[in-house]
């Protein structure tokens, strides 16, 4: 049996990016650790959600450790470092905020926790954090530097498939037609990589359900109301049944590979 460790930015990515996978490896017996580099203190919440007093960061760590019991996480660690919000935000300015951190200092921190939990495979973001988000890019920089310093050689970049979600977004466009989802992007949203980069394709359509609850548990930021938990079941499990990844130092080929470990 191997380790998988799980490196994301914030509380809430790792049900999107990884969910299936993480459920997948823990059912398989696999031992599953969750790294997350800030608290997301930057996120935003409804007026009146947080009790008085009440700290988003701290509310998203429970939310985490809720998260991690439906995907069958075996220990969940934080970088220590503060949400920097989104590119061109003033938070990105903070000293303490992880898009300012030291990619070398950072990496070192990560790579003690790889080598406790001798991890075997790490997942990080392709070189853009999938979208852009100045942390995300920073998770990819640290992640794959930090698996240097450990010796972990199964890296894989957790990713989306640009030309499948550009092609879901226009049906469900279509089949909702007046009732369309407010956050849900336009057809033409880009996100992710072409295809034509992606290495492998996981399908986790059986622990659909787990990945789905892990969001669920992320209230804070995944409101019931959110395109991920109004679709329907079975237009969630075709979003969503399919994780992405780059597969590093691996030529895209057909077949993908479908699995990572």
């Known amino acids: 049996m191997a380790t998988l460790v799980c490196f994301h930015a914030h509380p809430d990515?790792?049900?999107?990016?990884?969910?299936?996978?993480?459920?997948?490896a823990a059912d398989d017996g696999h031992t599953v650790v969750l790294v997350i580099a800030t608290k997301g203190e930057e996120g935003e919440v409804p007026d009146g959600f947080l009790a008085d007093g009440e700290q988003l960061g701290d509310?998203?760590?429970?939310?985490?450790?809720?998260?991690?019991?439906?995907?069958g996480v075996a220990a969940v660690e934080f970088l220590g470092?503060?949400?920097?919000?989104?590119?061109?935000?003033?938070?990105?300015?903070?000293?303490?905020?992880?898009w300012r951190a030291d990619v070398e200092e950072a990496?070192?921190?990560?790579?003690?926790?790889l080598t406790e939990h001798e991890a075997d495979?790490?997942?990080?973001?392709?070189?853009?954090?999938n979208y852009g988000h100045p942390d995300h890019i920073q998770v990819h920089r640290v992640g794959v530097r930090a698996a240097e310093i450990a010796g972990v050689e199964q890296v894989y970049e957790a990713t989306m498939n640009r030309d499948y979600i550009q092609r879901n977004i226009a049906a469900m466009r279509e089949a909702a037609g007046d009732d369309v989802p407010d956050d849900l992007p336009d057809a033409d949203f880009e996100i992710g990589v072409p295809e034509t980069l992606i290495t492998t394709a996981v399908d986790v359509t059986p622990w659909i359900a787990r990945k789905r609850a892990s969001m669920r548990a992320h209230a804070s930021q995944i409101s019931e109301q959110s395109f991920f938990l109004a679709m329907p079941d079975e237009v969630f499990a075709q979003a969503f049944g399919t994780e992405w990844y780059i597969h590093r130092g691996v030529e895209p080929t057909q077949p993908w590979e479908d699995a990572i470990l």
């Open 13 to 24: 990515d790792e049900s999107i990016a990884t969910g299936g996978v993480m459920a997948k």
């Open 59 to 71: 509310r998203r760590v429970q939310e985490t450790m809720a998260s991690a019991k439906e995907l």
């Open 81 to 98: 470092y503060r949400d920097s919000g989104m590119i061109g935000t003033a938070t990105n300015d903070d000293p303490t905020c992880f």
């Open 107 to 113: 990496a070192h921190r990560l790579a003690v926790l």
């Open 121 to 129: 495979v790490l997942t990080v973001y392709d070189s853009n954090g």
